[in-house]
């Protein structure tokens, strides 16, 4: 029997139909193909985090400084904030002719020598009766006359060298016209410089009334040895000033163990003193030890005490080896499979004093392939305030993942997944 018109039509339209639909399926297809493909091959990848390792500080040995069992002393490592070390009494004593040295910065920042040797001075013969002034009292003198003329770098050269206390009343009044005057300028200078347990009420250190504290004179130390002028001075040996001949430093210590000043002083009511500065080499470093010792029965016993310390100053320093190269401080595992370190780039350590805290904190980029040495962060150390960074460093390359890879993960890829 044969299909009639209407039959044959409904054929030809279920056969457009599927056609129809077919074609829709390959368009579809064709559309999702190439979305997905670009997608899936092209898309950049989400960065990965990196799982960062713990440091701790080592353990700082037992060490103890030998301090002297009299008077009072203090004793710094300058540039270490948290080495200032005291022992016995901490209030203000007798301080002899180190007063010589507050002298001699209160005169500089009145009258400093701008790299020379400061204006010439004429001697009077208010001057030169000084020398009996001071010489029936039996405080140190040096010979001058009347009409000698000195530079003020030699007012100041026989002044802490020689220790002359003559050339140190001088060199005031000079530098303020009067006793009275200088006194004031002293006051205002301590202040402002923050030493406020120390009290002059003249140049020389024969007043029993010029007092400080141990930590105070360790203080001043450090600003004797931040003036170039005073520092040259109270290191130098020896040297020959006209009029007067050579003169001998009064400190025995000059250019042992490392001393390198700063200044003697000698009272019966202040017993031996010694304001000290030493270059001491530590781990190859050179460190600037400031200290002071109050109190002694005499110089020779005293100058041994110092000489101890000053060795035993050694052991309250070590060094921490921060970072070496290539040690990993941190992973990075991408989902692909690629793995690599990050690890610092350069060796750092660092010298500190005594227990002195350590901690470290580790910050990284998150990554997607890269190349090996590429910097992605920092390790960050903090040494009693002081912050020391490292750089890290990829220790190999994080390749591309493969094409089928990312064609097997959509979730990974597209980010629609954890």
Not at 15 to 25: C, G, H, Q
Not at 113 to 118: E, N, P, Q, S, T
Not at 365 to 394: M, N
Request: glycine share 8%; hydrophobic share 45%.
């Amino acid at each position: 029997m044969t299909d009639g018109p209407d039959a044959r039509a409904a054929r030809r339209r279920a056969v457009l139909r599927r056609r129809r639909a077919a074609v829709a399926l390959v368009v579809v297809a064709v559309l999702a193909v190439g979305t997905y493909l670009p997608l899936t091959l092209l898309r950049p990848l989400a960065p990965a985090a990196a799982s960062a390792s713990t440091w701790e500080a080592p353990p700082q040995p037992d060490a103890a400084l030998s301090f002297p069992a009299y008077g009072a002393t203090a004793v710094e490592a300058l540039g270490f904030d948290d080495s200032l070390t005291t022992s016995g009494d901490a209030q203000p004593r007798p301080i002899a002719s180190i007063s010589k040295v507050v002298t001699a910065l209160v005169v500089l920042d009145a009258k400093p020598l701008a790299g020379g040797d400061g204006p010439s001075v004429t001697l009077s013969a208010a001057d030169a009766a000084l020398y009996d002034t001071y010489r029936a009292v039996d405080g140190k003198v040096v010979p001058m006359s009347a009409g000698t003329v000195l530079t003020e770098r030699e007012l100041l050269e026989v002044t802490l060298i020689e220790s002359a206390n003559n050339y140190a009343t001088t060199l005031a009044r000079w530098a303020f016209g009067s006793d009275e005057a200088f006194v004031a300028a002293a006051s205002a200078w301590l202040a402002e410089h923050g030493l406020g347990q120390t009290t002059i009420v003249e140049p020389t250190g024969l007043s029993p009334r010029n007092t400080s504290t141990a930590t105070d004179l360790v203080a001043l130390g450090a600003l004797a040895l931040a003036d170039p002028d005073v520092a040259a001075i109270v290191g130098t040996d020896e040297t020959t000033v006209p009029g007067v001949g050579v003169i001998d430093n009064s400190n025995e210590l000059l250019g042992l163990d490392g001393v390198k000043g700063i200044k003697t002083g000698t009272l019966d009511e202040a017993g031996a003193c010694l304001l000290f500065a030493a270059d001491q080499t530590v781990a190859g470093r050179t460190v600037t030890v400031v200290g002071v010792v109050l109190g002694g029965v005499d110089h020779d016993a005293l100058d041994a005490d110092v000489q101890r310390l000053l060795q035993s100053v050694t052991g309250q320093f070590r060094t921490v080896q921060l970072a070496t190269r290539d040690d990993v401080w941190a992973r990075y595992d991408l989902p692909w499979g690629a793995s690599a370190q990050a690890v610092a780039a350069e060796d750092a350590e660092v010298l500190v004093w005594g227990d002195a805290a350590v901690t470290s904190s580790v910050e990284t980029d998150e990554v997607g392939p890269a190349e090996a040495g590429s910097e992605v962060g920092t390790v960050r150390f903090d040494v009693e305030g002081d912050e020391v960074e490292v750089p890290l460093v990829l220790d190999a390359a994080i390749p591309e993942p493969g094409a089928w890879w990312r064609l097997t993960h959509p979730r990974e890829v597209l980010g629609r997944g954890d």
